[in-house]
C-alpha cells in the first residue's frame, strides 16, 4: 500500500464520525496523527479540519501508516477487553460461602464440615484442583450469635492431616486448632470435635492451621460471623457481603472465583450494604469501589474507635475490615483490587474484580 493511499484511508476513516466509539476512537488518531501524542488536549476544539491535520501526517511524530496500525491493534485488544466485561457475571459450577444451617441438638449448634479433595472452577472452563468444606470454596458460611454454644465436628476426607482454627475467636486454648501446639493432627480418614461458647462478636474466619499456605490456598476456609448481642447501627444493613480475598493456587479470587464469574454486589438506591471483606491469602489488596465511599466500622469484630470514610482498604492477610456503603450512586460500579496485575492483563480485567451495582 503507498502512503498515498494509507493516508486516503486514514482520513476516510477520521471522517468517520457516526457514533461516540468511532469519534473517541477518531479524536485518539487525530491527536496521533497531528503528532499531538495524546487525545486528551484542552486546545482538542481548537483544532483545525481534520483532513488538513491529516496532510500534516507525514512529518508528525506517528505516521499515518502507525497510526492505522495503531488503531488496528487497539481494535484487537479492545475487543478481548470487551468480551470480557460482556461475559460479566459469568456462569461458573459450584458455588462458595453458602450459609450452612446448624442441627440443633440440647441447646448446640452443631456444624459438620467434611474436607476433601474436589474439581472447582474458577473462571469459565477453568478446572483446578480444590480442598474444601463440603464441596465448596470458600467453605459454607457458619453463623452464629454471641454466647451461642456451638460444635465444629471435622471429618477428614484428604490426603493429609489437617486442623480447623477459628481465626478471630478468643478460645479456651485447647480449642485453637493449632496441631502440636493444642492438639494433635487431625490425620486422613479420621473425625475432630471442637466445642466452644462464641465468646466475641463480628467477622471472623475458620481454615486449616496445618500445611496452611498449601491447604489454606487450596481452599480450606470460610466465613465464622458471629452476630453479636447488642446491635450497632451497622448490624442493621440492607444487604451484607462477604467478600473472601484468596490469592494462591487458584489464582486472585474473591469468594473462589475470579473475574468474569465473580458475582457482582447488588444494592438498591438509597440502601446501606455491608461489605466484610477478609483476606485469606498471602498479598495485601487494596480494595477499591469507585463512585461511593466506604465508611470503615469494625476491624477484625472489634468497632473502630470512630468510623472512618476512604474509597481504597488495605486487606492484608489475616485481616477483616467491615465497611457500609450508602449506596446513594446509580450504576454499575468497578470494585477491584488496586494492585492492577491482580485485576487487569493486556487481554482485559480479570482475578479481583467485581461490580457493585447500585439499582435506581
Ligand atoms: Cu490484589
Request: proline share 7%.
Amino acid at each position: 500500500m503507498s502512503d498515498k493511499s494509507m493516508l486516503d484511508r486514514t482520513t476516510a476513516l477520521l471522517e468517520k464520525t457516526t457514533d461516540r466509539r468511532h469519534f473517541l476512537r477518531n479524536s485518539a488518531l487525530t491527536a496521533l496523527v497531528a503528532g499531538v501524542g495524546t487525545a486528551c488536549n484542552s486546545a482538542a476544539d481548537a483544532r483545525p479540519p481534520v483532513v488538513a491535520q491529516a496532510g500534516a501526517a507525514t512529518s508528525g511524530a506517528m505516521g499515518a501508516h502507525d497510526a492505522v496500525k495503531a488503531v488496528s491493534a487497539a481494535d484487537a485488544m479492545d475487543a478481548m477487553h470487551e468480551k470480557g466485561i460482556k461475559a460479566f457475571p459469568a456462569k461458573t459450577a459450584g458455588k462458595g460461602n453458602q450459609v450452612l444451617a446448624p442441627r440443633i441438638e440440647k441447646g448446640i449448634k452443631i456444624f459438620e464440615l467434611t474436607a476433601s479433595k474436589i474439581q472447582w472452577e474458577t473462571e469459565p472452563g477453568h478446572m483446578v484442583e480444590a480442598w474444601a468444606y463440603n464441596e465448596q470454596v470458600p467453605g459454607p458460611q457458619i453463623r452464629v450469635r454471641e454466647g451461642d454454644r456451638v460444635r465444629l465436628v471435622l471429618h477428614n476426607n484428604l490426603p493429609e492431616s489437617t486442623a480447623i482454627h477459628c481465626h478471630g475467636l478468643e478460645l479456651p486454648n485447647d480449642q485453637d486448632g493449632v496441631p502440636f501446639i493444642t492438639q494433635q493432627p487431625v490425620k486422613p480418614g479420621e473425625s475432630y470435635t471442637y466445642e466452644f461458647t462464641v465468646p466475641n462478636a463480628g467477622s471472623h474466619m475458620y481454615h486449616s492451621h496445618h500445611n496452611s499456605a498449601k491447604q489454606v490456598g487450596l481452599g480450606l476456609l470460610g466465613a465464622l460471623i458471629v452476630e453479636p448481642k447488642v446491635k450497632a447501627a451497622y448490624d442493621r444493613p440492607d444487604v451484607d457481603q462477604v467478600l473472601i480475598l484468596n490469592d494462591g493456587a487458584h489464582g486472585y479470587t474473591f469468594n473462589g472465583k475470579s473475574f468474569p464469574a465473580t458475582e457482582p454486589i447488588v444494592a438498591k438506591l438509597g440502601q446501606k450494604l455491608r461489605i466484610r471483606f477478609m483476606n485469606e491469602g498471602m498479598m495485601i489488596h487494596p480494595m477499591h469501589l469507585h463512585g461511593m465511599h466506604m465508611t470503615v466500622v469494625t476491624k477484625d469484630g472489634w468497632p473502630v474507635p470512630a468510623p472512618w470514610r476512604c474509597d481504597t482498604l488495605n486487606i492484608a492477610p489475616g485481616e477483616r475490615w467491615d465497611v457500609i456503603v450508602n449506596c446513594n450512586n446509580p450504576g454499575t460500579w468497578a470494585f477491584h483490587c488496586h494492585i492492577l496485575p491482580h485485576a487487569e492483563s493486556e487481554h482485559g480485567m480479570f482475578g479481583m474484580v467485581t461490580a457493585l451495582v447500585v439499582q435506581a
